[in-house]
């Protein structure tokens, strides 16, 4: 079965420093999005991406969040200076059409110290 | 604002059935997801709803009533898997994002 492959799985960095994380969405997806969920809390939406520009962003996604599609196949996000408050899993996510669910890649636990 | 309201948690007997509740007030409406998610896992899709009325997937059922904002997920035959939490998610209809609730952590006893 198709799934959405994230790395690294887990990633420690410290405050201020820049994190790339990557996500490779399921290969004939057109849509892709990244939700976060700090620990215990729900899974927020970060920024959905579609014909190569984003569609929408929440307000947590300000002018420290980026997201690149590089190449046909990668989708990535960067958080240029981390901060203790962004330490969550980062779900990247994937669909055919919006009509449909998403499929989740298994997230990349980011530890901000 | 967005709410989506479902219980924290909620404790069920293995072979029993049980229904989590799911009401929601939002700005529009374009459909109503269930996720599964296991501690420390992503959220997998369990079932999609846009019509009013239930929608049975083996041993899961979810239904909608998008005059009440309401649906329920009804597990059947519950098995020790079926510990996770239950998320409950809406589509706007402006836009084509999810929207989570905080999901419901169901607790099943042997």
């Known amino acids: 079965e198709p799934e959405v492959t994230q790395t690294p799985s887990h990633q420690v960095t410290q405050m201020g420093q820049e994190v790339i994380l990557r996500c490779v969405p399921i290969s004939n997806h057109l849509y892709f999005y990244w939700y976060r969920q700090i620990l215990g809390q729900k899974v927020e939406f970060l920024v959905s991406?579609?014909?190569?520009?984003?569609?929408?962003k929440s307000e947590i996604f300000d002018d420290q969040f980026s997201v690149e599609r590089p190449d046909g196949s990668n989708f990535t996000l960067k958080i240029r200076s981390t901060k203790l408050e962004d330490s969550a899993m980062y779900f990247c996510?994937?669909?055919?059409?919006?009509?449909?669910?998403?499929?989740f890649g298994s997230g990349t636990r980011l530890t901000v110290v | 604002g967005q709410n989506i309201d479902q219980p924290t948690e909620m404790t069920a007997t293995e072979g029993a059935i049980v229904q989590i509740n799911c009401t929601y007030q939002?700005?529009?409406?374009?459909?109503l997801f269930w996720y599964q998610q296991h501690a420390g896992e992503a959220p997998t899709f369990l079932s999609y709803?846009?019509?009013?009325g239930l929608e049975e997937k083996g041993r899961f059922s979810s239904f909608l009533s998008r005059s009440k904002g309401y649906s329920y997920l009804l597990l059947k035959e519950l098995q020790m898997k079926d510990s996770a939490s239950y998320l409950c998610a809406v589509r706007l209809n402006r836009d084509d994002k999810i929207i989570f609730g905080k999901g419901t952590r169901l607790h099943i006893l042997p």
């Open positions: 996510a994937s669909s055919a059409t919006p009509l449909l669910g998403y499929t």
């Open positions: 939002t700005s529009g409406f374009n459909g």
């Open positions: 991406f579609y014909n190569n520009e984003i569609s929408e």
């Open positions: 709803n846009v019509l009013d």
